[in-house]
């Protein structure tokens, strides 16, 4: 037969001759939702402009099989009208789900006929239920596939694929009745909530299936019996969380099989072994981070917590805490479906085909491909994520200053952030200042913060991301918030930021940092943000705060600092909220020349190396007629504090400085190697209680002068002994000196001059 | 450009191509111009094509004069080293009507122009973009970009990450009113396409995709984007990135 070309203009007057009884015959066999329409006085070119579900016809395959050139320029009830003129003659079969070879040895009487077996079908096979296709179950008409699901009975094939995965629903009435082939039951209790209708996406798979296999008819609201009949066997996408390219080549041990199995291979195996399936879900990170167990489906964990991470394109997959991401990864893989789709149509590979023309290299080499699309799945979907969590958490949208911080946990730093914002807040008022959490998630002395400061923990948000990813976050966030200030009080975070953004950071606000002393490494060498961090961001600093003078003058011995620079550096005394009130005088009176039968010192801190909690250990044993009542915890685990003699008594944590018992305290005890000037001290210096403390760091800034309270050789507990028997031997002495200490810290380690100093240190 | 009365009266678009060190990979830019010039229709535009050779070495300068003996294109030279400048150069020199920019090694899709325009043509405010950046070279991802008006847009990303590129066709008075601005790499300041893009839409115009378009980017090793990335520098500082206007 002799095709015409055809080109739309031709295809109207195609279409709107008259058809003829054979031709209005067949689209009765085969669209009767077409027939209805032309019968009822709807144009045929009315029908052709519609987007129209046929049974056995297929755009694709008709184009592929028709050797009629312009098809493809022709919408589907176009190109269906041309088969009905034209391919219907050239008996070509429109579709892949028409097997001609099993309708024939099947139906015995159709063979010997010789009729076109395909015709047959149409005109009355299909009226007599006769089956098109042997391997799917549900080739057929829509009238026909609709009726067969009113009352679906589970083929033995359906079974067979549920035992193949029966892990997934283990222990599960499902799985009872899988076992036992109920097909009703069974029917029922998928279309439940299970692992399987979790992870199954009715949007994705009506997508792959209109996409791929326009003929097959899916009745509404049965996509994944649809699925789990038909569309497995297709290969057909039916979930986000499993791509059957993706596991493949993540999983190369299973690379071989065939896609069925590979299928049954996830569903049974691989989502428990967490191997990682598809682009928007990392499961084996997500597992590794939530320490699930071995075994234990992160995937399904993920669902139970509605806490599925945003897909990020980076391969930084993981978590986030926004709740009820599973549907928006749905609706991400869905995307990446379209966009895929797009890529794939004839326009844009007939305009790419073009562009190789001119460039061949373009398209040279698609392995590794990643197809991007911002703000849905790109390398900064995490980050992007990150930020919208922060937004949503934020009290207000503006703050003037902004105070980071690691942590809040019995530390100096921790109260020395708590003055400076407390400071801040009467500079500017306290709803002007945000208190930023970067390292971490405790909070454990919100009183030490002023009432009305915002917080905001960063930590959480932020913690899947890179820590490149992490400086960038808190730069966007510092800019988002138009701070003016931003003050850096310990926060490594802060310290890294500043470190890589702080050039740009610089020039839109204000960045101060405090540095409190140099640590000591076990080879004594000295280390922590001073050598870290003070060189590199000395520049973009406005003001360097110190708590002493000793790590002053360490930095300028260091960098060997001109005036000018040194000008950066101000010395601000951590102001004590402690009072010398009239109670603890009295205490003194009463307690003055008396020594109690077994003398109590005082010591707390963390139980760590730096404070050195071993050296006190031997004190306490070698001064058996002394009790040492001790607060703290260990905080870095760097020392064993299991074997303690008796007469070291722990009190645990305490809340407030107030609730420590000092009127039973004879001496407070400070062994700390390295140190800069603690907070606690300054707080047992306003009460007037002795202090037998090591001379480092900037301890001697408060004690200097207050003979018999420094001990030189620190690391030696011979030297604390003798100046614990020394105090004990002369307790009036040393509680002379400390009332006096305690009149000066009162006066000097005012809050008061504190804010006084932090008000011209910012210039305002 | 022609003066008659009768191609006046179709709508003028000028078709900027910047370069610097492309060298012969000008070549293949130029003929994709051409070929975009063609399918789009002289009939229906009025084109007129510019190469700006900022501190370009003698290859490019040789393809480019090239061009201009051969297929009309003027040629301007210039000394910024700094794309935005360039471009801020060209709007300012370009004759009314619309402006498409193409990097001198990247490659327009045949059917960017014509529909582009098509686009363009619909609203003066719209800054027409590409649906997808296609890559080619250093990298073969392909970028799927989104429409200002589609239900995946949300200012809240551009605080992040950047929708569009600086490749886009709009009406000169947009680029004259934004410009691009200075890049300041030693502070740690670039991405002025994404800082461009932030300004124009505070200023209420509106990115569009025109469908079915493709820009073919070659990536190169040297390429400005990837060093910008490397070198942690930043986008300006822009109302848009604050939480007073976010969504």
Request: glycine residues 4%; hydrophobic residues 35%.
């Amino acid at each position: 037969m002799d095709i015409k070309p055809l080109e739309r203009t031709s295809l109207k007057k195609l279409i709107s001759e008259p058809l003829n009884d054979n031709e209005k015959y067949l689209i009765k066999s085969f669209s009767p939702d077409i027939y209805v329409a032309l019968q009822g006085g709807k144009s045929q070119e009315n029908v052709a402009s519609g987007d129209i579900q046929l049974p056995f016809f297929n755009r694709a395959t008709y184009i592929e099989k028709s050797s009629a050139p312009g098809l493809d320029k022709l919408n589907k009830s176009e190109l269906f009208l041309h088969w009905v003129r034209f391919g219907f003659n050239e008996k070509i079969i429109p579709t892949n789900f028409f097997d001609e070879n099993f309708y024939l040895s099947k139906y015995n009487d159709i063979k010997k006929s010789k009729l076109w077996s395909f015709k047959h079908y149409l005109t009355n096979g299909y009226g007599e239920y006769r089956t098109p296709h042997n391997a799917l179950q549900d080739a057929g008409p829509r009238n026909h596939v609709e009726k067969r699901y009113r009352n679906l009975v589970l083929s033995e094939e359906d079974f067979l694929f549920l035992r193949s995965i029966i892990n997934l629903f283990k222990g599960t009435a499902l799985e009872k009745a899988i076992t036992k082939r109920e097909s009703n039951t069974t029917i029922q209790l998928l279309e439940k909530n299970n692992p399987l209708a979790q992870i199954f996406s009715e949007e994705i798979y009506r997508f792959s299936l209109s996409a791929e296999h326009e003929e097959l008819w899916c009745p509404e609201g049965k996509a994944l019996l649809h699925w789990l009949r038909n569309g497995r066997k297709l290969d057909l996408d039916f979930s986000a969380f499993f791509c059957s390219k993706t596991y493949r080549s993540c999983n190369r041990d299973i690379a071989s099989l065939p896609s069925e199995r590979r299928l049954q291979h996830f569903l049974n195996h691989g989502i428990f072994e967490n191997r990682k399936a598809c682009r928007v879900f990392d499961a084996p990170k997500y597992a590794k981070n939530r320490r699930i167990p071995r075994g234990k489906s992160a995937l399904l964990q993920a669902f139970i917590e509605k806490d599925i991470g945003v897909a990020d394109a980076s391969n930084n997959v993981l978590l986030s805490q926004r709740k009820s991401c599973p549907t928006e990864l749905t609706d991400t893989a869905l995307e990446l479906k379209k966009v895929e789709a797009k890529i794939s149509s004839e326009t844009i590979q007939s305009q790419l085909r073009k562009a190789q023309e001119i460039e061949p290299r373009i398209d040279f080499d698609t392995r590794g491909r990643s197809i991007f699309i911002p703000g849905a799945y790109s390398p900064h979907s995490q980050l992007y994520n990150s930020m919208g969590e922060i937004q949503h958490s934020l009290q207000k949208k503006h703050y003037e200053n902004v105070v980071l911080i690691p942590h809040c946990r019995m530390s100096g730093a921790g109260r020395v952030a708590g003055s400076l914002t407390s400071a801040l807040s009467t500079l500017f008022h306290s709803t002007n200042t945000c208190i930023i959490v970067t390292d971490g998630e405790s909070f454990d002395y919100p009183n030490w913060f002023p009432e009305g400061t915002d917080l905001l923990h960063f930590f959480r948000p932020t913690q899947h991301l890179s820590p490149g990813e992490k400086n960038l976050a808190l730069t966007t966030l510092i800019r988002a918030l138009q701070a003016k200030r931003v003050f850096n009080v310990n926060s490594r975070r802060g310290w890294t930021t500043f470190s890589q953004y702080g050039a740009q950071l610089s020039t839109i606000c204000d960045l101060y940092s405090y540095l409190f002393c140099s640590d000591l490494t076990a080879e004594n060498l000295r280390t922590g943000y001073p050598q870290e961090f003070f060189r590199d961001t000395f520049q973009y600093h406005k003001k360097i705060f110190l708590d002493n003078e000793t790590i002053k003058r360490e930095l300028e011995q260091d960098h060997l600092l001109s005036e000018t620079q040194l000008a950066k550096l101000e010395v601000l005394l951590s102001p004590t909220t402690v009072k010398k009130t009239i109670q603890v005088q009295r205490r003194l009176q009463k307690l003055k020349n008396i020594l109690p039968s077994k003398p109590k010192v005082f010591w707390a801190g963390r139980f760590d190396r730096q404070k050195n909690f071993r050296l006190l250990t031997e004190i306490a044993r070698r001064t058996p007629q002394v009790e040492y009542w001790v607060w703290g915890k260990a905080v870095l685990n760097d020392t064993n504090i299991e074997s303690h003699p008796k007469n070291i008594v722990f009190k645990g944590v305490y809340g407030d400085f107030s609730e420590l018992p000092l009127d039973q305290c004879t001496a407070w005890l400070y062994t700390s190697l390295w140190d800069g000037l603690p907070t606690i001290l300054i707080d047992v210096a306003a009460t007037g209680t002795p202090i037998i403390a090591s001379n480092v760091g900037g301890i001697p800034t408060l004690l200097e002068g207050f003979g018999g309270s420094l001990v030189d050789s620190y690391a030696n507990a011979d030297a604390y002994i003798s100046r614990i028997q020394e105090l004990l031997q002369n307790i009036e002495a040393f509680r002379e000196n400390a009332n006096t200490l305690a009149n000066l810290v009162e006066s000097k380690y005012s809050i008061e001059n504190y804010n006084e100093s932090i008000k011209i240190a910012l210039d305002t | 450009m022609s003066t008659t009365s009768k191609k006046a009266a179709r709508p003028l678009c000028t078709l900027i191509i910047t370069a610097h060190k492309e060298g012969l990979l000008l070549g293949a830019t130029i003929k994709s111009l051409l070929a975009c010039e063609k399918f789009a229709g002289p009939e229906n535009y009025s084109f007129h094509k510019v190469i700006y050779l900022d501190n370009a070495d003698q290859e490019t300068k040789d393809i480019a004069y090239n061009a201009e003996k051969c297929f009309g294109f003027s040629i301007v030279e210039t000394e910024y080293a700094d794309q935005g400048k360039v471009r801020n150069q060209a709007a300012s020199e370009a004759q009314d009507g619309f402006i498409a920019f193409l990097d001198g090694d990247d490659i327009w899709s045949e059917n960017w122009l014509s529909k582009a325009l098509a686009t363009a043509s619909q609203n003066k405010n719209y800054i027409v973009h590409p649906e997808f950046n296609w890559f080619f070279g250093g990298s073969n991802n392909i970028l799927h970009k989104i429409d200002q008006d589609s239900q995946l847009f949300s200012k809240n990303f551009l605080r992040t990450g950047n929708y569009w590129d600086a490749l886009c066709l709009a009406h000169r008075d947009i680029f004259t009113h934004v410009p691009y601005s200075a890049r300041d790499i030693a502070t740690g300041f670039a991405f002025e396409d994404w800082h461009w893009n932030c300004e124009t839409i505070q200023m209420g115009y509106k990115h569009k995709i025109a469908e079915d378009t493709i820009h073919f980017k070659r990536r190169r090793a040297n390429s400005q984007t990837i060093a910008a990335s490397k070198r942690k520098v930043l986008m300006r500082d822009t109302n848009l990135i604050h939480f007073d206007n976010a969504d």
